[in-house]
């Protein structure tokens, strides 16, 4: 597609129950990545994929956090028995090695509310 | 690790007039990208400019420019004629280009609030 694609754009979801966030890449884009964003506060890394290459979990603040990416394109975050404190916007990015410097692409992002 | 560090929460400028938003960063690398990158209210992230750090002379996207310096781990972004539609988050971040300790990611400092005063 011409850009990252993220859905949903805002979520509701109750304390307890499972979300699943979906990102779909800029098309040809190897690698990709999801960062949080707290209300008025900067990026935390949170995975990122590159290719066929094991991915970088370094930054999953949770063993309820998990994702994938199948076929080398899309991606869904997965948040298990979710936390008032997960509330924050999920952004995704992709980027290619062709580009200049690896610049990594956003989306608009996921807005996650934990009620 | 590397980090990214912007120590202003928030920046105020007049329109028209110039500001510099600060950034610092730490490193044991030599190769490595830096950008600043701009988040509107509408929440989607844009790429202001980035700079290689082998290369010597600062960058420059129209009234948009860099002051890199390596040897100080310094990045600043000046804005020039600052407009209205300049305010927004604006966020430093580095990347390593060959991995090293802290992989492909891009780091991103906690962001800087710029307001354009009409």
């Known amino acids: 597609g011409a850009g990252v694609s993220q859905s949903p754009s805002n979520k509701v979801t109750e304390k307890g129950k499972d979300v699943e966030l979906r990102c779909d890449p800029i098309s040809g884009h190897t690698a990709l990545y999801w960062y949080r964003q707290s209300l008025g506060q900067g990026l935390e890394f949170l995975i990122y994929?590159?290719?066929?290459?094991?991915?970088?979990k370094s930054g999953l603040p949770s063993d309820r956090f998990s994702a994938e990416r199948t076929g080398g394109s899309v991606s869904t975050l997965t948040i298990q028995r979710t936390q008032q404190e997960d509330s924050a916007v999920y952004l995704c990015?992709?980027?290619?090695?062709?580009?200049?410097?690896?610049?990594?692409?956003f989306g608009e992002g996921s807005w996650l509310t934990v009620v | 690790a590397q980090t990214v560090t912007q120590s202003q929460p928030e920046m105020s400028v007049q329109e028209a007039e110039t500001v510099t938003l600060s950034c610092t960063y730490d490193?044991?690398?030599?190769?490595?990208?830096l950008f600043w990158y701009k988040q509107p209210p509408s929440r989607q992230m844009i790429l202001v400019i980035r700079q290689e750090a082998y290369k010597q002379q600062n960058a420059t996207e129209n009234r948009f420019s860099v002051n890199f310096q390596k040897a100080a781990k310094s990045f600043s972004l000046k804005i020039s004629d600052s407009q209205l539609g300049d305010a927004a988050m604006y966020f430093c971040?580095?990347?390593?280009?060959?991995?090293?300790?802290?992989?492909?990611?891009?780091?991103f400092g906690a962001g800087t609030r710029l307001f354009v005063k009409a």
């Open positions: 971040a580095y990347r390593s280009s060959r991995g090293g300790t802290g992989g492909f990611k891009t780091i």
């Open positions: 994929f590159q290719g066929n290459s094991a991915p970088d």
């Open positions: 490193t044991s690398e030599s190769d490595y990208y």
């Open positions: 990015a992709s980027s290619n090695r062709a580009t200049l410097g690896n610049t990594i692409y």
